[in-house]
């Protein structure tokens, strides 16, 4: 099976983390991220707020999910998935709800997207461990420094308060 790798940022409490995810071409993060795998394989990369210096030929990390924040993307296209450029995925009517998360050392701003005229109590059924969240924007309370997202998938076992945000 055809694998691509797209550019990702992981946040976590002890540092952010940033490398590339293997994808196969019909897999979008959001449903990657959500397999029940303990860990998360990321190739190459880069580690900020490391407490200690990391080696030149960092070549592979592996982040274990139930300490992972949140996962971003850095392209525009690449939270379609691998498959998006020339394959679209079957069209769904969904309604975009603007939200306020707040979570451990950070404050998101972006919009969920919801199957039943916006309701964020049918979102918070699913079974999934990290919700989908788009047009991301993301505090980070300890230096109060903003960093912007087209997606972003959050944990939602880290997830203090989801505020709705009326437009």
């Known amino acids: 099976m055809a694998e691509q790798h797209i550019s990702v940022t992981v946040y976590t409490d002890s540092g952010v983390f940033k490398g590339k995810l293997a994808l196969s071409a019909e897999a979008r993060p959001s449903d990657f991220i959500n397999v029940p795998a303990q860990f998360l394989h990321l190739k190459g990369g880069q580690v900020n707020n490391a407490s200690a210096p990391l080696p030149d030929n960092l070549h592979e990390m592996y982040i274990n999910k139930k300490s992972i924040r949140m996962l971003t993307t850095a392209a525009n296209d690449d939270a379609r998935g691998a498959g998006a450029k020339g394959k679209l995925y079957p069209y ?46 993301i505090l980070d309370l300890r230096n109060t420094t903003s960093s912007d997202a087209d997606f972003a998938a959050l944990n939602m076992h880290n997830i203090s308060a989801i505020l709705r945000i009326d437009a």
């Open 92 to 137: 769904v009517n969904k309604k975009q709800v603007r939200v306020k998360i707040h979570m451990s050392h950070y404050e998101i701003s972006g919009n969920f997207h919801s199957f039943d005229e916006g309701s964020i109590h049918q979102l918070l059924q699913q079974q999934s461990q990290f919700l989908p969240c788009t047009n991301v924007n």
